[in-house]
Every structure is written in structure tokens, then in C-alpha cells.
């Protein structure tokens, strides 16, 4: 193993028992408190005329709703998972809190890894997917797919995660092809003050955080954490015998946002993680990983404004006998102008270099070569017209890219915007997003029993390629009632096959693009409070697929397999109470339709299923609440949700309890 | 109340005590229009109108609403009240339709449902002495005075001087020191 290993390995190391130190520190300060006063301020509604304005400043308000206006006036598919949502939900990960948007289907197959996928395509490895940590990609650039158990961050940090369903190509570039989630998280100087929890369960066996923010000079503010977490094992299907993926994982991360000037503003923020996963009960893989993002905004003008990003990113795994290492740097342009009243241009260019070592992978598996450097640049430009202003908008926009697989790719896209009076938006938009192959597509191989090739590395794949049509309305009929709707017809061509066939008597297989077809389906999302303090929100999602082989195809994946791994309904139903002695109860129903899955086994099918999630906390003031989470209450004797991430038919999830103590000051 | 250094045992000791002492004390929670209300009535006790904007030395502050009211009858209270002599006047309008009816408000809020708008609103009112007023985000970098912003549930605003200037309302000190930011 490389000398760079060692020493990164125990840099995080130093860092995280420096951080759980500083924890125990202050979780051992909280409890024992030393003698002080408390004011207790009590006004009537209409005294807060006699207020001074600088306790008025100080005055915790509610809000009815944080969702943000101008998501209303976008043209395309959008649903925005709010920091309250995430919060009521009890989900500790963020692809649990991703089972509160319509449109994906989320699906748990093992304690630390989850099949993610937007409109279609489901898969451990779905690669369809672009996901976003404030601009950071974090999608692995090897198989296009995401490493779930790698992304995470302070879940009370986590402003609001945006979910857009269909093709973002244009906007944000390669693998937006049947969505972008774009995870943002809170400034820094939102975060001032103190947060920890602590808390455990039955299989979210111990956790604990901590978040302190503070000024940094006038213009600058500033926020450290740390958080562990300590997650059991799932079990094999219909036992209760644990599949041995326990996992546990821990993080420092820090944010820096200053605004020096009012035209200048400045980011910069970083994390390292540690993660450590039982493979079998007596193997173990490790992960360890880092990240810095750093960002300019500059207003030029009441009229123009520059955004530039910079990252770096690594990743590292090693189990017994494989390890793996990934780098990317990534360094990103943006311009937005109006020009003339009607036009809202924005143009920019990027680029991004990947170091992948995989020199030291497991056999059967090679990769050829083992260590790659891969370079791509991109431009886009786009222009918002207003045809007519605050009624018609009309966008056109297209987004060129070269990679080092197929060399150049556009893609392209139109919008509409409508919005007759305040009450209705409806939208519109054609556009071509591709799936550029991958590392894995292109240079990964296998060896048979007989050190033969099993799996050929194959170098001339070509890009996925996708032409959607989506069609959608959002309705407002008062402040406590709104309405999403949306429906979309995908054509896809070009879609990835592994083809397999006998050549001198044992099985060959490679990849190819052998497959074509297309997919449709309607989503919808309603929000409705009926009355003060009760929120309900209710979405839904109908999804068909109709995949068909080229003639020839010898594809070892039938197309009819992939249609049925995708559940073609869902819904789901979330509600918010706040009942007296400041007390919530949150609820949610959710139901997934069956799906089933050919595995070399035979066929496993999953039955529709309904989970219940509830919520009951309590706000003992000042900031001390109290939690406990009850998820999948009816599931007493555990179900599957997808087929085993390993060679297991399946897992089954359980019932779920725990309870979590917070204070925030 | 937003402790800036760590006095972890302060803090840890007001925490024991109220989580005793709060179970029993009902404490108000406003809404945020409620409190965004009083901020504007706040405002008017801050601000300086050109000599021109109001007829008489008893003429009331014009406080206006644009577009869909997020208030309620919250703003009505103001009626009820008074700042440096003068009372108050509220006017709504569901939309923008004549720039010469807004121009009698001293103090103009544009609600979120405006936004698409807002450019033309400013640009229409520019140089007649209204104290615009939104939550929209970028209201301020589109040439709005006074724009509202929450941070962790509290009410915060900033304020663009140089719109104020051109509008000829002079903003006390006091009220540019509370402000979260102040565009020059």
C-alpha cells in the first residue's frame, strides 16, 4: 500500500479523536451547570408596538412556510425538501431524508447502502443522477453512480435540498439525465451559536453531534462540526439473521462565509470523514475522505454578477485486498447579465480533472490501465427571454462538453413559463441530456475461473442519450392551499447492455449500448394546512417504462426485468401538528407498489408495502428538544424494499426506534 | 440573545433552569407577519420623508401593501397608533397598475407575489420619496430600501442606502446600526 495511505489515514485519525474529545468535553460541561439567572419574557400580542426595536430584533417569530418564491417561477420540476421536513422526518442520513421528494424512488439494501434513482432505472448502481453538495459533485465518477454511504453532513445544517426531476444538462452539466439533486446547506452566519444532540436506538445504536458558530471580525462568520454515528446490521430475508454490514462513521466538517464588501462575497468550507463498514463478520472495508469548496460571488452591477467555484475532493477505500483512490479538482465560471429589459442571460465554462488509482483492485477485477488521469471542459450559455414581461417567459439554452470517452456532447434545452395571474404557473420544456460512459464502462474487466476474460473491457461505448418532454402546472388557490403537477415523456436511445455470448467454450461477455425506449409518468405534490398548526403534504408518482433491445442484443438483462424493478406507484403522506404544551407530532404514510427482481436465484418479488414513520417531540424551551422517532411502525417482522446490495437475495428492514435530545443556543 | 464566545456553563445553566421553569410559562409565539408589522411601524419612527410628501403638519403616514396581503388585519393596528405626531393611513393595492397612486405611500410594502414586477415598481417610484419595503430575496440589489430577511426565525433587514438617497428619505443612525447590512 502507498506511503500516502499511512499518512492520511492517521491525519483523520489525529482529527477524529480530537473531535471526540472536544465532544465529551462539552457534553460533560452541559451537564454539569454551574449556578446562573434566566429571564423569562412574556408580551401580549398587542404590546409589541411598546417594543423597542432592538428587542424586536430579538424576537423568534414562526414562519409559515420557508419554501422559496422563486422555485415557483421555475420551468422545471422542482420539489424543495425544507430543513423542517428533514428534521420531522427523523431521517439521519441524507438518502432517508430523499424518500420525502416525489418522483425518486428510494430504496434501502443494506444498512449503509441504498438503490437512489430519479424517474426510472433503479439500481445500486443507478447512474442517471446528479447530485450536488453546496456545487460539489458528488456522484463517483467511476460508475456515474453514488456512493451513499460517503455523503453526509450535519443534517440540522442542511438549508434545503431542491430535487429536480427530468434533464438539467444545461444548467448543471454531465449525468443530469433524469435528475439533479442539489443538496445546499445553511451559511455560516445562520449558524452562530451552539448545537449538539446526542442520542440511540435499536438499530441507530449511538449518535452524537456538535455545531459552533461565531463571528469572525465584522463581515465574516464562521462554523465548525463534528457527529458520529453507530448503525446496525440489517438482516437476511425473513430471518433474523444479521447480513454483518454494520457501520459506523465519523465527520469534522467547517464553513467560512464573509461578505467583505456588499459586492464580494466569499465561501469556503470542508469536511474529512472516516467510515468503517463489516463485510463479512470477519472483514472490514474502510473509507476515508475529504473535500474543500471554495466560492466567489462577485456583483458586477445591479445587472451582472460572477459566481467562481473552486473544489477538491478524495476519496479512499481499502478492504483486505483492493484499495481504491479518487481525486477530482473542479473549477467552475458562472455569469448571469440582463441585458436590454427582456433578457436574462447566463453564461459560463468549467472544468474538472479525475485521478483514479485502482492499481490494487481485488481479482477477478482489473482495470486497464489501473491509474487514469481524465480532463473535461464545458461551456454553456443561456438566455431567459421575457416575450412578455411577468406573464410569458421563454428560455433557450444549450450546454457543450468534452470528455475524454466521446469527446464532444450538447445538450440542449427549451422552456416556457406561463403565469396567468398570481394563482397558476404552467411550464413546459424539450431537452437532450446524455450519460457520458465511465471509468468502469469503458476500462473495467473481469477474469474467468479459467484466467481467461470473462468481461472484456470494451473502448468504444457511446453516450447514453435522452430527449425528454415535460409538461407541468403549479396552482395556488390561497396561502394554505398549492399544487404541483407534472408529467413527462422520456425518449431514451443508446442505453447501456452488458452483451454476453460463448467464445471457446466459456462466456464472454462486454458492454454495449444495445438498448432503446422510452418511459412516462405523472407526479404530483399537494401542501395544505386546514388549519393554524397542522400541515399536510401529500405527493404522488406513477411511473411506466417500455425498454426494448435492438435486434441481436444478446443483453444478459431483460428489458421487461428493468421495467419491474421500478415501482410504478407511489405515494406518500406527511402531517405536522403542533398540539399543546409545545408538542409536535409528525406522521407520514408512505406506500410503494411491488416490484420484483430476476436474480441468478430464480425470481424475487417484493410485495407493495405501506410504512408508517411517526415523530413526537417536545420544545422544553430555550432550545432543549427532545425527540423520539418511531419509523416503520407496522414492520415488526421486516420486509425487503430492493434486492441485497451483496449476493443475498435480499434484506429486510425493520422497525426502527429511537431518541435523540438536542439543544441549540 | 445569541451568546458569541463559548460560556458553556452560563448557557448550560439558563437551559436547566427553564427547561423546569418553561413547561409551566405559556410563552406568545408571533407569527412573522406580525412582527414584520411592528418593524414597519418601527420604520416610520426612523425615517425622515422629503418636506413635500405629506400636505399638512397632521397628515397621516401612508402605509401600503402591493400585491397579496401576507399581514391580514395585522397592518390594521397601525391605524390605532401614532409616530412623531403623525397617524397612520393603510392603503392596499392587489396590484400594480398606476405608478401615481403609489406614490401618495411613505412607506410601500411590495409583497413576494410582485416579484416578477418589482424591477418596473422601483424603477417607476425613483425619486418620489417611498420607503419601499420586501421580503423577495435581491430586493435590495434591485434597487429596494429596505429589504427583510430571517435568520434562524428572527426578523433581520438591510437596508440600501444609496436607493434611500435617491428617494430623498433620510434613515436615522440608530435604524442603520440594527441593520444586518447597509448597501452605500
Redesign the interface.
Known sequence: MSSYFKSSESCVRFLMRVNILILSL?IS??????????E?Q?????D??D?D??D?????????S?K???LV?TSSAVYVITSEAIRNSGATTIPEALRLAPGLQVARMGSHSWAITSRGFNNAYANKLLVLIDGRSVYTPLFAGVYWDEQDTLMEDIDRIEVVRGPGGTMWGANAVNGVINIITKKA??????LTYIGGGDFEKKFAGLR?G??LGENSSYRMFTKYDDRGSLVKNGTDENINDDWDTGRFGFRIDS?PS?TNTFMLQGDIFKKRNDYTSDSQTLKYGGDIVGNWSH?IS?KSKTDLQFYYDRTEMFDEDSSRIIETLDLDFQHHLSAGDRHDLSWGAGMRNIRFDNENTSPPIFYDPAKREDSLTNVFLQDKIAVS??LFYWTVGAKVENNPYTGVEYQPNTRFLY?PG?KNVFWGAVSRATKTPTRADMDMGMYNSKGGLFLVPKKDMASEILVAYELGHRAMPS?KLSFDTTIFYNDYDKLETTECGFAGGSMQCYQDNQMYGTTHGFEAAANWSPVHDWVLTATYTFLEMDMKLLDGSESIYATDEMEWENPKQQARLNSYIKLP??MQFDLAVFHSAPVSFQLYTGEYKLAGYTRVDTRLSWN?????VTSLFVQDVLNESGRGEYKGASYDPSTDVERNVYLKVS?E? | ??????E????????????C???F????????Y??KS??I??FA??VDWPEQAFSSEASPVNVCVL??D?FGNEMD?LTK?SARGRGFDVLRFSKFKDKEELKSCHLLFIS??E???IG?IIESLSGFGVLTISD??GFM???GIIEFT???????FAVNLKASEQAGIRISAK?LK?AE????
Open positions: 462539552f460541561a452541559v451537564f454539569n451547570p454551574s449556578p446562573a439567572y434566566a423569562v412574556v408580551v401580549a400580542s398587542n409589541l408596538f417594543m426595536i432592538v424586536l430584533m430579538e424576537l423568534a417569530v414562526t414562519t409559515a420557508r422559496s418564491e422563486k417561477h452566519n445562520e449558524t452562530e451559536g451552539t459552533y461565531g463571528k461578505e456588499s456583483t445591479e414581461p411577468g403565469t398570481e396561502e404544551y409545545n422544553a424551551g430555550n432550545g432543549f439543544f443556543k | 440573545m445569541k451568546r458569541k464566545n463559548g458553556i456553563h452560563v448557557i448550560a445553566a439558563v437551559i436547566s433552569l427553564l427547561l421553569s418553561s413547561a410559562s405559556s410563552e406568545k409565539v408571533f407569527t412573522e406580525q412582527v411592528v418593524f411601524y418601527n419612527k426612523f400585491g397579496e401576507p393596528l397608533k413576494k407575489s416579484e416578477s414586477r418596473s423577495v430575496e440589489d434591485s434597487g430571517m435568520r434562524e426565525n428572527k426578523v433581520r435604524l440594527l447590512a447597509v448597501k452605500k
